[in-house]
């Protein structure tokens, strides 16, 4: 059994689970002008709401709705968080109606996440999951590895109430449209979590307008065409551009220990040297204090390597030497770079929750404002560093 919609549905050594997408390719170019004037439109909805206007996640959005229309996968889902009234279902009814055809689409629901029953799953490109349901930890867990395994695996085991599971080649593709927040921990490369544009919020004439020019099967033909055109040699739909949104996500659901590491000590400017009982003290006493999980000791530690952080003593081959964690602010610094820890609203979490402000807040306010990457928005511990030395002198 093959999944392949550019094939028919039975071939001499295949059956294919797919339907097949019966389209041609027609060169963009001579597409009609009024039928150019819808596709500039969806463009333009696509790049002012969903990329909010910019050109890094547009890109990006085009290759990974590109790959779907190709009947390929992308390994990474697209997470799409907003308020009701800004146009989050209407790029999805226009690609699912007049581009790829309902019968390569399918509306994803739980039965497909917390059970074995996903058969309507089978030889989809399009899958969507309107509103997943707010989970507890242990519901969300069983979601998240199902989610891991569908959205980056290959191959899948495809099953439906009292029967066999068949095992076929997997080439959904995900998009969860939700209006609260479905996801409980921030996951960098598997969920590309799009800045939505709130701009045309309950603009009925903006969205009557744009259905009126594209939502009809000659626009839809014609952005799939355009679409066929893009060229996805050197896309990897892993590289996923770091929005607004995952940095705000990665803020609110950093884990504890990661967070107690940030604002005890990288955000304080402070090295880490000291006995594993002594952090770990420390350390629970941030989680009492603001009343977060505090796993064991061996938890601790075990967390603490994966991190790159090991515990040894100075002398490797002195079985007498003191074991310590070594930890400099430099080592701390490439690991928020690489997790992208830092945030703009970090002075106003350490106020919050009463985390001592070095020097001054006046300092520390300054270093963020004069710190933002215009290019991810995330915050350059450098610019920090500098202002402490000049506050110092």
């Known amino acids: 059994m093959i999944c392949d919609i550019n094939l028919p549905p039975v071939g001499e050594t295949y059956v294919n689970a797919s339907k097949q997408l019966h389209r041609s390719i027609k060169e963009y170019e001579l597409f009609n ?89 089978l030889g989809k490109p399009f899958v969507v999951f309107e509103e997943l349901p707010v989970m507890n930890s242990s519901q969300w867990n069983l979601c998240d590895s199902k989610l891991k395994d569908a ?48 701009k045309y919020l309950n603009d009925f004439a903006y969205f009557k307008k744009l259905r009126e020019v594209a939502f009809n099967d000659a626009v839809g033909y014609a952005f799939y065409c355009y679409l066929m055109k893009i060229d996805l040699s050197n896309y990897n739909s892993l590289d996923i551009p770091i929005t607004s949104k995952k940095l705000d996500a990665i803020v609110e659901l950093l884990p504890t220990l990661e967070k107690f590491l940030k604002f005890k000590y990288l955000l304080q400017n402070k090295n880490i040297k000291c006995k594993m009982t002594e952090l770990y003290e420390e350390y629970e006493n941030y989680c009492n204090s603001n009343k977060r999980h505090c796993e064991g000791l061996p938890e601790f530690k075990a967390n603490m390597q994966n991190l790159g952080f090991i515990y040894k003593s100075k002398k490797f081959n002195d079985i007498n030497g003191v074991k310590q964690f070594r930890i400099s602010v430099d080592d701390l610094k490439a690991l928020a770079e690489k997790k992208h820890w830092l945030h703009e609203l970090d002075v106003d979490i350490m106020e919050h ?7 001054n807040t006046e300092l520390q306010k300054r270093c963020f404002e004069h710190g933002i990457n215009k290019e991810n928005q995330s915050i350059l511990p450098d610019a920090y560093h500098a202002l402490v030395e000049e506050n110092k002198n």
């Open 33 to 121: 002008k009024k039928d150019k004037e819808g596709v500039n439109a969806i463009l333009n909805f696509l790049k002012e709401v969903w990329a909010n206007n910019d050109e890094i996640q547009y890109n990006y959005l085009l290759k990974w709705f590109a790959t779907v229309a190709k009947g390929n996968k992308n390994f990474s889902a697209l997470y799409v968080k907003s308020i009701e009234g800004v146009g989050k279902t209407t790029f999805i009814d226009f690609f699912v109606d007049y581009v790829i055809t309902r019968d390569l689409y399918t509306k994803g629901d739980t039965d497909c996440l917390l059970t074995s029953n996903n058969m309507q799953l």
């Open 151 to 198: 959205i980056t695996g290959n191959e899948m085991m495809y099953c439906d109430k009292y029967e066999k599971k068949i095992k076929a080649e997997n080439i959904n593709n995900y998009v969860i449209n939700t209006n609260h927040k479905a996801l409980k921990r921030p996951d960098g490369r598997r969920y590309n979590m799009v800045d939505i544009n709130t």
């Open 353 to 359: 929750e009463g985390i001592e402000i070095p020097q």
